[in-house]
């Protein structure tokens, strides 16, 4: 029973570029939710989809981020133009019920580094 | 935007002995869960709160949801070398889904 798959586990991009992540939540769970962790910090919570409806991206900025979770495959987070402040650790995490419902079981991540 | 508290930020001890942490916060906490990261992993579900006053252990790890449900705390006892890593506490404000999080403890466990 695979857990959470996030790929790439490393992303390296030059600034003004484009980053694709990409998670595939465990079987059965069509709750998905993206957070940011930088180091020394909590996570931060950017979006919430289920299978093609984005449910809240109140935590994801509004310009050259974006997030889909299509009827098939992975859920993907883009950001584009990408700038050294975009640095981070990118978390999904997926759930089968609408948290608060069920606890959600996070990927091992994927490291971005904008040089 | 909402806080929580977590301390300590870290912890040295020697192998055998009894860990304590606890988060709080100024506001009303549906669920608290405890969390473990180790480095470069994702966090780890360890224990989740649902109600008030509600004590839940897993192995040597005890937590509790405080009864004003503004606070909870995470005890490990006997610790061992694979205890090492930054512990996390997590908790829903009312229904919502987002999870708030406390910026972690690290265990650093003396050789």
């Known amino acids: 029973n695979a857990g959470v798959m996030q790929n790439p586990r490393h992303l390296v991009r030059r600034r003004g570029q484009e980053a694709r992540l990409r998670c595939s939540p465990m079987k059965g769970h069509s709750h998905v939710y993206w957070y940011r962790q930088l180091p020394e910090e909590g996570l931060k919570f950017m979006v919430y989809l289920q299978k093609e409806n984005i449910i809240d991206e109140s935590g994801m900025p509004k310009e050259r981020f974006s997030a889909e979770f299509p009827k098939e495959g992975p859920s993907i987070l883009r950001i584009q133009q990408v700038v050294r402040g975009d640095s981070a650790a990118y978390f999904c995490a997926s759930s089968p019920l609408a948290s608060p419902n069920s606890p959600l079981h996070f990927g091992n991540g994927t490291r971005l580094t904008v040089t | 935007g909402q806080q929580l508290n977590q301390s300590p930020q870290s912890m040295f001890i020697q192998e055998g002995e009894d860990v304590s942490m606890n988060c709080t916060s100024s506001s009303i906490f549906n669920t608290w869960l405890w969390y473990k990261q180790d480095p470069g992993e994702g966090p780890v579900l360890l224990i989740a709160?649902?109600?008030a006053g509600e004590l839940t252990s897993n192995g040597r790890l005890t937590a509790q949801f405080g009864i004003t449900r503004k606070d909870s705390f995470l005890n490990i006892s006997a610790s061992i070398p694979s205890d090492v890593g930054i512990y996390f506490c997590?908790?829903?404000?009312?229904?919502?889904?987002?999870?708030?999080w406390g910026a972690g403890t690290k265990l650093i466990i003396k050789p």
């Open positions: 997590a908790g829903h404000l009312d229904s919502n889904y987002q999870l708030i």
């Open positions: 709160l649902y109600k």
